[in-house]
């Protein structure tokens, strides 16, 4: 079973650019999230779907981030302008249950963002 | 508003030690917790989910309990070898549809 890519892995950018980052889950899974991690911290969640729609996007900072799941299964993540601070990893997961019963999630290898 | 610590933030131990990992979380109304493993530049393995009713579960050399009312879980590894190296995160669930709240996670070396 193939898992949870993202692309690309390494982006480095100057501040004030824009990036995009792409996911595609497992097969069937209904839920993706999008977290951010920074270096020495544990993941952050930004963003959760359940199929095409938003479950959850309380910690997104919207005037900078936006995000999108095409058709249910792939999901785009976009930093337009991006800061210093949003130097870090950006992690994409997906689970086969709702979100709501909390189970097992699988995690991508994650996209590593460097703004200078 | 939970919030997940985990001490200590690094451990190093020679080959073949047991070991104990810990983590707190300061709301107790969880549905699960689950235990990772995140090796450097990669992305995070679940280890072990532990539903709230369940007190302990076992996988392999690893061991992971959850004590609710006290808002703690340990994570147990019996005879630790150099390929155990790597940061353990823990990671509560809320009820009510709460998302997972993560620890900054314990970073281990084990020495041959």
């Known amino acids: 079973e193939a898992g949870v890519a993202q692309s690309p892995r390494y982006k480095i950018i100057e501040k004030r650019q824009s990036v995009a980052f792409w996911c595609n889950p497992i097969?069937?899974?209904?839920?993706l999230y999008w977290y951010q991690q920074i270096l020495g911290q544990g993941p952050k969640l930004l963003i959760q779907f359940q199929n095409n729609g938003v479950v959850d996007d309380s910690q997104l900072p919207k005037d900078r981030f936006s995000a999108e799941r095409l058709k249910g299964v792939d999901s785009t993540l976009k930093i337009q302008p991006a800061k210093l601070e949003d130097s870090a990893v950006y992690l994409c997961?997906?689970?086969?249950?709702?979100?709501?019963?909390?189970?097992?999630?699988?995690f991508g290898e994650g996209s590593w963002l460097t703004v200078v | 508003k939970q919030e997940v610590t985990q001490i200590p933030a690094a451990l190093s131990v020679p080959e073949g030690e047991n070991l104990v990992l810990n983590c707190s979380f300061t709301d107790s109304a969880i549905y699960n917790l689950q235990w990772f493993r995140q090796d450097p530049g990669k992305g995070l393995t679940s280890l072990l989910l532990?539903?709230?009713?369940?007190r302990e579960q076992t996988s392999g050399r690893l061991n992971a309990s959850l004590d609710k009312s006290s808002g703690r879980s340990t994570l147990y590894i019996a005879a630790s070898q150099p390929g155990d190296s790597a940061t353990y995160l823990c990671?509560?669930?809320?009820?009510?549809?709460?998302?997972?709240?993560f620890g900054p996670g314990t970073r281990l070396s084990v020495l041959p």
């Open positions: 097969s069937g899974h209904a839920t």
């Open positions: 990671a509560a669930h809320g009820n009510y549809g709460q998302n997972f709240v």
């Open positions: 532990i539903q709230s009713s369940q």
């Open positions: 997961a997906s689970s086969s249950g709702t979100g709501q019963t909390g189970n097992t999630i699988y």
